[in-house]
């Protein structure tokens, strides 16, 4: 969520159980204005929390100009000094998937190994490189991860220009209460993946310079997303039973939405069992 | 490009093409009548009239339709919503002026716990919903006769989230449970017992009879102990009547541990899953809701205290009743996020047979089955099996076991920037969600997740069962080998040379009868 609603919007998503307390609130307050200016962000967002045995990671993330592509996260844990995350590229997310497992420490420094399978006969094990991993690029990877797979943005919030470059809609009004209610009006805010070719007839609804982002009812399974009206109706609030704890809000007839992840970083895989 | 330029234009015509909901018309047919209008018509400045002219060929195909009737505004369901919680707000003014020695109320300060959440860091709504939610919480206690009452928590999911409320009767106020479940059942389970004897009786000599008899089902625990101490109320939004969920029965305990479903947010969804729960989301509910409060329901040590008996009757029952303790003196809060031997559980573990205290179910079926198991009455035979014991009542949570190296509690302060003025926060790893917090004398526990167990690794789905045997294996209808063509000529040597052996003994035998008969 961006730091300038950050004073409303926590109130919205504080039904999926985790809020932040005053003091905390006030440290990002602070802490994001100053990022902003040292980095040299246009937008910076407080991106949300991941919970570890000692520590919790807070975790903010900066765009630049281009909204896709330009961005970068960092974490904290005290709100007030941040630390940059590096970015996290195909290689990296190969290693972490098979190092890392388990929750996170809340220790940048611990360091998961992944021990390979001995087989029976194989002699040249001593020469086997373990995999090792420190829960620093496992946060940078899990973060990346979860930004990529659900994050969400009502459409028609942002527009593409000719050139390609994406940037928010100044003319976005909100959905309305109808349109809040289907889930092919909410979009991920990643780069599109194009997995479904859609029909002539269903072309006809679409804006080109809108509908660039792929929408979350096109997700398998289906039903990984709960779609829901709480706070006396007046809010729409995505959850994502992905990953658990990842909560979107969308106040209907107003331009006011955003996302928030406050889990234990760890992707549901048990989800087809439990649909 | 051209393809593209294709494309757009196809979608653009298929834009054209839809019928607009208002008027039953679309702009494709509607501009191919104008232009057909204006090339027949040749109107001069045609460019200048040519909304008259649309308009003149909308006009001409609408019906003329006026209607005196104005729609019905349909209340949303937020406004539906927004009626039923504005009950929340009004005040009962029939009671007046109240006696201040009245028993004090059974609401816990609201304002209170929700300023020491918001510091602990875990919310089930916002400040707003919170207010709404204690304002339900009182409705609840006015239309009840409870003795206490505290909110449990809430549960997500999928469809609408639940909001727990648990709360104890007061002593000789609750309802006599008419279990009009169990009463059909029992005369369901004597309808197909009869149907059984008579369709054996009819000779029903046909088909093999089962001897599969289902091991017997550990009995419910009473209203008021072990794991049905509370009785549990919920409701999805706040403002909408509570329902009390029904109490929970060993078998759906046991059950809920083996599988692990999303709730719906509709008490009455089915649950469908292997191994099959007996009830609905209602008992599926019920039942987390109960191993959560074994498992995470946890006070400072030294807050509850056992009960001191004169009598101490049976030495070996586990104590399961305590009270708070006057003279408690609270710890450090820095302490308190320390160690986790401040802490106790005060709510009795569930055994593995889905209950609080042990049953006997291979009790010898004349004999009754208590629900305290009174064991000590019966013959202590070899094979009884051994009771189930878990940890007593009041355990430090140090003692608690690791979940595959990771510690099964967490613990924090609220505020590194003032400790003095901190809250301690418990967080369990096991069940994701479960919180509680202390802060000198008063503590509070929590839950705001989806109602499931974290026991690290993956869920592995039960398999099912082997296939039973058909029949029991026997020398008769185990498969051999057909002897060869070698050990039937063997056998057929031994068994002539045996024939020939006997022969001559009865041969010989005849000579002494023979002689025997000579000699007389």
């Known amino acids: ?275 | 490009m051209d393809n593209q330029k294709q494309e757009a234009a196809a979608a653009f015509k298929a834009f054209m093409l839809k019928t607009s909901t208002k008027s039953n018309l679309n702009l494709y047919d509607h501009l191919a009548r104008l232009l057909t209008k204006v090339m027949d018509e040749r109107p001069p400045n045609a460019v200048d009239v040519i909304e008259d002219l649309s308009f003149r060929v909308k006009r001409e195909l609408l019906p003329d339709f006026q209607s005196t009737l104005r729609d019905l505004s349909l209340s949303t369901a937020a406004q539906l919503l927004a009626e039923q919680q504005g009950l929340l707000f009004s005040r009962v003014d029939e009671r007046g002026e109240q006696d201040e020695e009245l028993i004090e109320s059974p609401l816990p300060n609201v304002n209170e716990i929700s300023f020491f959440l918001e510091q602990a860091g875990v919310a089930l709504g916002g400040r707003e919903e919170m207010q709404r939610i204690f304002l339900a919480l009182k409705q609840l206690v006015d239309s009840q006769p409870l003795q206490r009452c505290r909110l449990w928590g809430k549960v997500m999911g999928t469809e609408s989230n639940y909001i727990v409320a648990e709360a104890e009767y007061r002593e000789g106020d609750e309802e006599e449970e008419q279990s009009p479940e169990e009463a059909p059942e029992n005369e369901e389970r004597d309808a197909d017992v009869d149907d059984e004897k008579e369709g054996a009786e009819e000779g029903n000599a046909l088909l093999p009879q089962s001897t599969y008899k289902p091991p017997p089902a550990a009995p419910k625990e009473a209203n008021g102990t072990g794991v049905n101490k509370y009785v549990y109320y919920v409701c999805t939004e706040p403002g909408l009547p509570w329902v009390k969920l029904p109490p929970v029965t060993p078998a759906q305990i046991n059950a809920a541990r083996h599988i692990r479903k999303f709730f719906t947010g509709r008490l009455d969804a089915p649950i469908c899953s292997y191994p099959p729960f007996p009830g609905h989301e209602a008992n599926y509910l019920r039942a987390q809701i109960a191993r959560i409060s074994a498992g995470t329901q946890v006070s400072p040590q030294g807050f509850y205290q056992f009960r001191e008996e004169e009598e101490e009757e049976e030495p070996d029952a586990p104590r399961n009743s305590y009270e708070q303790n006057p003279d408690f003196e609270a710890a450090p809060i820095p302490k308190m996020a320390e160690s986790m031997s401040n802490w106790v559980h005060h709510v009795q573990h569930i055994l593995k047979q889905g209950r609080c205290t042990w049953v006997n179910l291979a009790a010898k079926p004349e004999e009754e089955l208590d629900e305290d198991g009174e064991a000590e009455e019966k013959e202590e035979e070899p094979d009884e099996p051994d009771p189930e014991v878990g940890p007593p009542l009041l355990t430090p949570l140090s003692e608690d076991k690791e979940i595959r190296d990771t510690p099964p509690w967490s613990a924090k302060m609220s505020s590194t920037l003032n400790p003095q003025y901190a809250v301690a926060v418990l967080r369990s790893n096991l069940w994701p969600g479960a919180h509680a917090y202390a802060c000198g004398k008063r503590f509070e526990n929590i839950y705001a997740g989806w109602g499931l167990k974290c026991a690290g690794g993956f869920y592995m789905p039960s398999l099912p069962p082997a296939p039973q045997s058909e029949y029991p294996s026997g020398p008769e209808i185990t498969e051999a080998l057909d002897p060869s063509l070698e050990e039937e000529q063997t056998l057929k040597a031994t068994l002539e040379l045996q024939q020939a052996a006997q022969e001559e003994l009865e041969s010989l035998q005849g000579d002494e009868d023979e002689d025997e008969d000579e000699d007389d």
Not at chain 1, 4 to 27: F, M
Not at chain 1, 38 to 54: C, D, E, P, Q, S
Not at chain 1, 75 to 81: A, I, L, P, Q
């Open chain 1, 1 to 275: 969520m961006d730091s300038n609603t950050l004073y409303y919007s926590l109130d919205l998503v504080s039904g999926s159980g985790h809020a932040l307390n005053g003091e905390q609130r006030a440290a990002l307050q602070t802490s994001l204005v100053l990022l902003k200016k040292n980095y040299k962000f246009n937008r910076v967002m407080f991106w949300g929390k991941i919970l570890g045995i000692k520590e919790d990671y807070f975790i903010a993330q900066g765009k630049g100009h281009d909204e896709l592509k330009d961005k970068q996260f960092l974490y904290s844990f005290n709100c007030m000094e941040w630390h940059l995350l590096p970015p996290a590229d195909n290689a990296m997310v190969g290693e972490v998937s098979r190092a890392a497992k388990g929750r996170f420490m809340g220790d940048p420094s611990h360091e998961y190994t992944d021990y390979p399978l001995k087989r029976e006969g194989d002699e040249a094990t001593e020469a086997v490189e373990l995999i090792k991993v420190t829960e620093e690029r496992r946060l940078a990877v899990t973060v990346h991860l979860i930004d990529e797979e659900v994050s969400v943005v009502p459409r028609g919030a942002f527009n593409r220009t000719h050139l390609g470059l994406m940037n928010t809609n100044r003319c976005f009004e909100g959905l309305s209460h109808a349109e809040a209610g289907k889930l092919d009006n909410f979009l991920h805010f990643a780069k599109p993946k194009k997995t479904k070719k859609k029909l002539i007839q269903e072309q006809a609804d679409l804006n080109p310079s809108i509908d660039f982002l792929d929408p979350l009812s096109d997700d398998v399974p289906k039903g990984q997303w709960s779609l829901q009206l709480e706070n006396a109706s007046s809010v729409c609030v995505l959850r994502s039973l992905l990953w658990m704890g990842l909560t979107f809000y969308h106040v209907p007839m107003t331009p006011q939405h955003g996302y928030v992840y406050f889990g234990y970083g760890c992707k549901n895989l048990d989800l087809p069992f439990m649909l």
